[in-house]
């Protein structure tokens, strides 16, 4: 065991600078760098990073839960070595914490996927790459170099579209592939739907699509079919009008993202039809647990099942030979009024029982939070909104600061806690119902 000193360190540069007048940049506390976030991002991109499905009250449920499972410190234990490490199928981790798959993060800062592999790169954590990132996956993993990298897929209703990106993560060195179930129908984002705001309908967060030789062959063909006059998609739903503004934005954005020259992509109808296409094979709604085997075929990595929020589906997860899930409500932006992804992470880990890593997100805002989420059964936890509003105020180094003080925090927690490694975070860490009871 080798002493971190990642959270005084951490604390010190910071005060050291203070000293001589210079503040963080981005700031530490969570409610100060959501506002300096917001004021760094459009309208739009605000509303769909920040917003989480109806009332929000899932989103508000996550990190209220939190308060339900109280810390309790341990005093007088020798913590001057402490360790962070863990294993998770087979790789040794500096820190239980990854990046989690965001999609779309060019809103956030034009460097996009390539600013978080730096980040992810200098910290030596795991970056889980999203089916909707806004780079394509193979430019991600060289920029991550031997940096840890898994592959997040949105299994679309191609299933040989699925295979395809699939084979590309595993030939770019992805070590794991997360299936995110929760989101085969995009949930009710008010926020969004008042700015009548989607961004792949812009091009935007569809790179791994439009560098996909599968996704290409289904837009060339629905040029073909339009073109034969057998695509009813040719007819438009409305008379033609004088194009607005806004349509001619949307436009230049398609046009922009996709392969080639703006001139010639203005000209030609891939690129609409690209984004068309898109809206056709995303998402699935079809998926069932039978679906599972034919990704065993298509990998030989490990698969992990991101969005349980019940025993009933861990427990069916486990009789289909996954790998490992992720207890997540997806940051509350699929299902209004869901279980606290805490909650269900209180349920969840004691049923699977170690049979399979237990990895939790949803809710996290603070390095207490990953301890918390640890002590209820956690192998590991990930990480999106806080590092994304530290890439939106100050693009790589930004996000590299969240993470790096995310895990100062959790260090810092772990030895005022008695603790000296992630292996010894247990729910004897925790106040008891009985101690909660007296207290109330």
Same mark, same amino acid.
């Given at each position: 065991?080798?002493?971190?000193?990642?959270?005084?360190?951490?604390?010190?540069?910071?005060?050291?600078?203070?000293?001589?007048?210079?503040?963080?940049?981005?700031?530490?506390?969570?409610?100060?760098?959501?506002?300096?976030?917001?004021r760094?991002m459009?309208?739009?991109?605000?509303?769909?990073?920040?917003?989480?499905?109806?009332?929000?009250?899932t989103?508000?449920?996550?990190?209220?839960?939190?308060?339900?499972?109280?810390?309790?410190?341990?005093?007088?234990?020798?913590?001057?070595?402490?360790?962070?490490?863990?294993?998770?199928?087979?790789?040794?981790?500096?820190?239980?914490?990854?990046?989690?798959?965001?999609?779309?993060?060019?809103?956030?800062?034009?460097?996009?996927?390539?600013?978080?592999?730096?980040?992810a790169?200098?910290?030596?954590?795991?970056?889980?790459?999203?089916?909707?990132?806004?780079?394509?996956?193979?430019?991600?993993?060289?920029?991550?170099?031997?940096?840890?990298?898994?592959?997040?897929?949105?299994?679309s209703?191609?299933?040989?579209?699925?295979?395809?990106?699939?084979?590309?993560?595993?030939?770019?060195?992805?070590?794991?592939?997360?299936?995110?179930l929760?989101?085969?129908?995009?949930?009710?984002?008010?926020?969004?739907?008042?700015?009548?705001?989607?961004?792949?309908?812009?091009?935007?967060?569809?790179?791994?699509y439009?560098?996909?030789?599968?996704?290409?062959?289904?837009?060339?063909?629905?040029v073909?079919?339009?073109?034969?006059?057998?695509?009813?998609?040719?007819?438009?739903?409305?008379?033609?009008?004088?194009?607005?503004p806004?349509?001619?934005?949307?436009?230049?954005?398609?046009?922009?993202?996709?392969?080639?020259?703006?001139?010639d992509?203005?000209?030609?109808p891939?690129?609409?039809?690209?984004?068309?296409?898109f809206?056709?094979?995303?998402?699935?709604?079809?998926?069932?647990?039978?679906?599972?085997?034919? @990704?065993?075929?298509w990998?030989r &990595?490990?698969i992990? /099942?991101? #969005?349980?929020? +019940? *025993? =009933?589906d861990?427990?069916?997860?486990?009789?289909h030979?996954?790998?490992?899930?992720?207890?997540?409500?997806?940051?509350?932006?699929q299902?209004?009024?869901?279980?606290?992804s805490?909650?269900?992470?209180?349920?969840?880990?004691?049923?699977?029982g170690?049979?399979?890593?237990?990895?939790?997100?949803?809710?996290?805002?603070?390095?207490?939070?990953?301890?918390?989420?640890?002590?209820?059964g956690a192998?590991a936890?990930?990480?999106?909104?806080?590092?994304?509003?530290?890439?939106?105020?100050d693009?790589?180094?930004?996000?590299?600061?969240v993470?790096?003080? @995310?895990?100062a925090?959790l260090? &810092?927690?772990?030895? /005022?806690? #008695?603790i000296? +490694? *992630? =292996?010894q975070?247990?729910?004897?860490?925790?106040?008891?119902?009985?101690?909660i009871?007296?207290e109330r």
């Amino acid at each position: 065991m080798q002493p971190t000193g990642v959270g005084r360190a951490v604390q010190a540069a910071i005060y050291s600078a203070g000293a001589y007048g210079h503040r963080p940049r981005v700031p530490v506390e969570p409610a100060a760098l959501y506002a300096a976030a917001r004021r760094r991002m459009s309208r739009q991109a605000w509303a769909y990073v920040a917003g989480s499905a109806g009332m929000q009250r899932t989103d508000e449920a996550n990190q209220a839960a939190f308060q339900r499972y109280p810390i309790v410190p341990r005093m007088l234990r020798d913590v001057r070595e402490r360790s962070l490490e863990v294993t998770l199928f087979g790789y040794d981790l500096r820190a239980p914490v990854l990046f989690a798959p965001v999609g779309v993060l060019e809103m956030a800062h034009r460097d996009a996927e390539r600013a978080v592999a730096t980040a992810a790169r200098a910290l030596r954590l795991p970056m889980v790459l999203s089916t909707q990132g806004s780079v394509p996956m193979e430019e991600t993993a060289q920029a991550l170099g031997a940096n840890p990298m898994w592959f997040q897929l949105y299994w679309s209703n191609s299933d040989d579209l699925a295979a395809s990106l699939v084979r590309r993560a595993e030939a770019s060195g992805a070590q794991a592939i997360v299936v995110t179930l929760d989101t085969h129908v995009l949930g009710w984002r008010t926020k969004d739907l008042d700015l009548g705001y989607l961004p792949f309908a812009q091009g935007q967060g569809i790179a791994q699509y439009l560098s996909d030789p599968v996704f290409l062959d289904l837009v060339r063909a629905r040029v073909d079919r339009r073109a034969a006059g057998s695509d009813d998609l040719d007819a438009p739903a409305t008379p033609a009008q004088r194009p607005t503004p806004a349509a001619i934005r949307t436009l230049v954005s398609i046009s922009r993202h996709y392969p080639g020259s703006l001139r010639d992509n203005l000209r030609s109808p891939l690129p609409r039809a690209a984004v068309e296409t898109f809206l056709d094979v995303f998402p699935s709604p079809g998926l069932t647990w039978d679906d599972l085997a034919k @990704l065993r075929d298509w990998t030989r &990595l490990p698969i992990v /099942l991101k #969005g349980i929020q +019940s *025993v =009933e589906d861990a427990e069916t997860a486990l009789d289909h030979g996954v790998d490992g899930i992720v207890v997540s409500n997806h940051g509350g932006r699929q299902v209004d009024g869901a279980v606290a992804s805490l909650d269900a992470l209180n349920a969840v880990a004691p049923a699977v029982g170690g049979r399979v890593p237990v990895l939790f997100d949803s809710g996290i805002r603070g390095g207490a939070d990953i301890f918390t989420a640890l002590a209820l059964g956690a192998s590991a936890v990930l990480i999106g909104r806080p590092w994304l509003y530290g890439l939106a105020i100050d693009g790589a180094s930004g996000a590299q600061a969240v993470m790096e003080r @995310l895990v100062a925090e959790l260090d &810092l927690t772990m030895a /005022l806690c #008695g603790i000296a +490694s *992630v =292996e010894q975070v247990t729910r004897d860490c925790l106040a008891s119902d009985t101690l909660i009871s007296a207290e109330r």
